[in-house]
Structure formats: structure tokens, C-alpha cells
């Protein structure tokens, strides 16, 4: 998909597409079947929502910034289990050790 009107920031399009308001616009607008499917007349009926340059920036930051706390989040949940296993297998203090404490 290509943005002709240079309003919309490509990375905002796509999070809008991917939120709740943008989905069911695809899906009432879709070809129907299993998986929804839409083309390019419909896709051209989506409504998006024009914001500020300034504030579609944002949007993208905060959305940048989950990822990354997620991947922090799934990256510290991954030492936890290991801490725990460690702990079950060589006792507390070696769990402790895998955590760094």
C-alpha cells in the first residue's frame, strides 16, 4: 500500500489499520470468506483518522516504546524461569545467582 496524501505517516497508517477502529473498518469493508480480505476500492473507504504530524509522531513513539518494554518484559520473564529452575535443581542461592542478587 502506498500513501499518496504525505498527512499520514506510513507507521501511523499501519497502527491504525492494526487497532480495533481500523480492523473493523477492513472487516465491514471485506470480501468476506474465513479470513478477511479486502481490495483496493474497499481499502480506499477506510477512513483514517487526520492528526497532526506532531501527534501522529507520538503515537508512533509509544508504540516503539511497548515493544520494546515488552521485549524487555519477555526478556527478564525468561531469567526468572531459568532463575527458578536453577533454584528447584541446585537450591535458592544458586537461583539467586542467575538473577544476579
Known amino acids: 500500500m502506498r500513501l499518496e496524501d504525505p498527512a499520514f505517516k506510513p ?3 499501519a497502527a491504525f489499520l492494526a487497532a480495533m477502529p481500523g480492523k473493523m473498518q477492513i472487516i465491514q469493508n471485506s470480501n468476506g470468506g474465513v479470513q478477511p480480505e479486502i481490495n483496493q476500492p474497499s481499502l480506499k473507504r477506510v477512513l483514517v483518522p487526520r492528526l497532526a504530524q506532531s501527534i501522529q509522531s507520538e503515537i508512533i513513539t509509544q508504540i516503539h ?20 529452575e536453577v533454584a528447584i535443581e541446585k537450591g535458592e542461592a544458586a537461583g539467586r545467582g542467575v538473577l544476579g542478587q
Do not use: G, S, T
Open 11 to 13: 507507521h501511523y497508517v
Open 65 to 84: 516504546r511497548a515493544h520494546l518494554a515488552r521485549q524487555e518484559a519477555q526478556a527478564l520473564l525468561a531469567k526468572a524461569k531459568r532463575a527458578v
